[in-house]
Structures are given as C-alpha cells and as structure tokens.
C-alpha cells in the first residue's frame, strides 16, 4: 500500500478507536478499581479477542455471518446477554464506606486483580460484539492494494490497529486510575456502580435492538 493510504487508515483508526465503548469502558473501570499495572491483563484481554477477530474476518467469516443472518443474530444476542449481565452485576455490586476507603474504587466485576481474571474479563467483553468482524470485513480491505501480495499488507494494518488501540486503552485506564481517589466515599462508588452498570447495559440492548 502506498505511505498516503497508511496514513489515512491511521487517521480513520485513531478516531474509530478512540470513540466509548464496552472496551474502553471496561479498562477505565478496571483502571479506576485495580490501578494501572493490573488493568493490562483487561488490555491484553481486549487486543487478542479483536486481534482475533480481525485475522478471523480476513479469514472468510464476515461473510459466512452476513449469508446466515440466524446465526450472526445468535451471537449478536449471547454478547448482549453477557454486557447486561456485566451492567446488572456492576449496578448491584454492594457498597460500604469501609470497602470504598480501603479499595480506591468499586467492587471489581471480576473476583480478583489477577492478570488471567483481568485477562478473561477483556476477552470476552470484547469478544461479545460479532459486528467486529464484519466491520473489518468490510473496513480492512478498503485500505489493501489487490494488485500487491496481501498477507503484507493485512499485517502492518494489524500491526498499526493494535499500536494505535492499545494506546487509547492506557488513556482510558489512566483516567479511570485518576478518578479512583474520589471513589473513597461510598455514595460516590454507589453512583460509579450505576453509572457503569446502567452504561453496560445499555449497550448490551442496543446490541440487541440495533440491525446490521
């Protein structure tokens, strides 16, 4: 590919990327509630699931979902089974002022800080949403020369995504580590648990509602 297309492919990725979703919003909280450090397992998590993802659309799969619409709607509604529950949890996670001081943040969504807990809770948020592999289906190519050998050219676009999504995922991570000394008070983690769950489940029902 030529150096003006990479380029255009790093712009449109650095603003794809950086727009809120389950993921980010994941790292933030886990950034808020386990510090920097941990929150790269839900990092690491989220990159191998999209990576993943990715390599498995150029693969052929993006269109084996759009020509069986019953089975991209089956995974489409389990993601938006998982994101809900992750919200419901999140809202209805118990609070004390006792916890809140001692822990800087909110009751994590998982049971502990360790890096495969972190690790898994990444993965299968970002694992939850189907529509990722038809959108690089049919974003990836856009930016591929047909007439230049393609493995290449598919490797430095994954290359450039990963750098440029990583970097979104610490910024996230660090304002979640900022906001975590205001979540010391318990009606303030209150609060953060709701707003985090109902953001979650929100995005679990318009995974759910919203069409190809």
């Known amino acids: 590919m ?10 449109t990725v650095f603003f794809v990327s950086a727009t809120p979703g389950p993921n980010m919003l994941l790292v933030m909280t886990h950034g808020a509630r386990h510090g920097l450090r941990p929150s790269l397992g839900t990092m690491a998590g ?29 995974l489409r509604y389990l993601g938006a089974a998982y994101l809900i529950y992750l919200g419901y949890k999140s809202w209805r996670s118990p609070v004390d002022t006792k916890e809140a001081a001692a822990s800087f943040g909110a009751p994590a969504l998982v049971a502990d800080s360790s890096f495969g807990k972190l690790f898994k809770a990444g993965f299968l948020v970002a694992a939850s949403n189907p529509k990722a592999i038809l959108f690089a289906a049919a974003f990836l190519p856009q930016f591929i020369d047909p007439t230049a050998a393609k493995l ?3 490797s430095i676009l994954l290359g450039t995504f990963a750098v440029i999504e990583m970097s ?15 979540l010391r008070e318990a009606r303030v983690l209150k609060a953060f648990n ?7 489940m929100g995005f679990g029902a318009l995974m759910a509602a919203v069409h190809r």
């Open 168 to 182: 979104w995922y610490v910024v996230y991570a660090t304002g979640g580590l900022r906001i975590a000394p205001y």
């Open 194 to 200: 709701r707003i985090s769950g109902g953001v979650f």
């Open 152 to 154: 290449p050219q598919f």
């Open 46 to 74: 989220c990159m191998t699931a999209l990576i993943a993802m990715m390599s498995i659309s150029a693969a052929g799969l993006g269109a084996v979902l759009k020509a069986w619409p019953m089975l991209f709607d089956t």
């Open 2 to 11: 030529s150096l003006q297309t990479w380029w255009l492919y790093v712009v």
